[in-house]
């Protein structure tokens, strides 16, 4: 019953986005014809990725207008550094986004978090962009990478902050891509990945959430003859791991979160060989991981 509840929540606060999406389509004609040339082209949202000493910050605009943007990522640190956005419906600030972020299973991911979206880790000294749909708002933006040995994560050391996408709504339209990234949930609770047109080199990719939980795409390079039920037992397994995981975590990519009816074109790098591709989301009601609900799959790079 739960489940049902919070989906009609969902759907129910993507709605309204639609009418002032038509909405803003329906002004935009009374203005002259150059906002119908400017709005094919994205807005531009400059987002630098910068260290000094032990602290970490973002550099960005205060606001970009509503519309297609592409966010681009510059990593001037020393380790992988990443962008992801959220859009709050409230007052609430980056750092109640991140005591959710930061929460365990059990806490239910509230329906004031919206949309997602942004980059995926970037190397040190690289830069990589994600182009989407962003509607007017409060965005809140974080670097959710570090923290797994021995130091803050990036965004404890600083790496967050909060950005304005000022209004009307405009109902743009994603360029195609040549490869696609799909998830859902659609179904009986059918968590799963579908892809397309991935090959080794970098991938101009169309990453979507057809499905109505957040989802995000994560892509490990398969150690040696490991089989994809073994990275499956290490993923899932209760308690601590039992020696090392059979995928290289040095080498792993992937995307940002982004929830249901949100997409976003963005590049992936992958190199030949196998990958367990992995979703470590919850649903918003909490409960287990999506890898422990099937989001393991395992895709050859050719
Ligand atoms: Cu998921």
Redesign the pocket.
């Known amino acids: 019953m739960p489940v049902h509840s919070e989906r009609r929540r969902t759907r129910s606060l993507l709605l309204p986005l639609v009418a002032m999406a038509a909405a803003g389509l329906v002004a935009g004609c009374g203005d002259d014809d150059d906002d119908d040339t400017a709005a094919a082209q994205p807005a531009a949202l400059a987002i630098g990725a910068t260290a000094t000493g032990d602290e970490k910050a973002f550099t960005l605009p205060a606001s970009v207008e509503a519309g297609l943007v592409t966010l681009t990522l510059t990593n001037s640190d020393s380790v992988p550094r990443s962008a992801q956005i959220i859009r709050v419906e409230g007052d609430q600030t980056v750092d109640d986004v991140l005591e959710i972020v930061d929460a365990d299973e059990d806490v239910e991911i509230p329906t004031w978090m919206q949309d997602g979206g942004g980059v995926g880790a970037v190397a040190p000294g690289a830069t990589a962009s994600a182009t989407q749909v962003l509607a007017p708002g409060k965005y809140v933006i974080w670097d959710d990478e570090g923290g797994d040995d021995d130091g803050p994560s990036n965004s404890d050391a600083g790496a967050k902050g909060e950005f304005t996408v000022t209004g009307p709504a405009v109902d743009a339209e994603l360029p195609e891509q040549p490869a696609t990234v799909t998830?859902t949930?659609d179904g009986e609770d059918e968590?799963s990945f579908e892809f397309s047109g991935l090959t080794a080199g970098t991938n101009q990719v169309r990453f979507e959430n057809t499905g109505e939980?957040?989802?995000?795409a994560l892509f490990f390079p398969i150690q040696g003859n490991a089989t994809i039920d073994d990275v499956t037992a290490a993923f899932t397994a209760e308690g601590p791991p039992q020696g090392p995981p059979p995928v290289d975590f040095a080498n792993a990519s992937g995307t940002a979160v982004i929830d249901g009816d949100i997409a976003q074109n963005i590049t992936l790098d992958l190199e030949a060989g196998r990958y367990a591709v992995v979703?470590f989301?919850t649903d918003r009601e909490g409960g287990e991981p999506?890898a422990a609900q099937g989001?393991i799959e395992e895709l050859t790079i050719e």
């Open positions: 998830t949930d968590y939980e957040l989802h995000h979703c989301l999506h989001m």
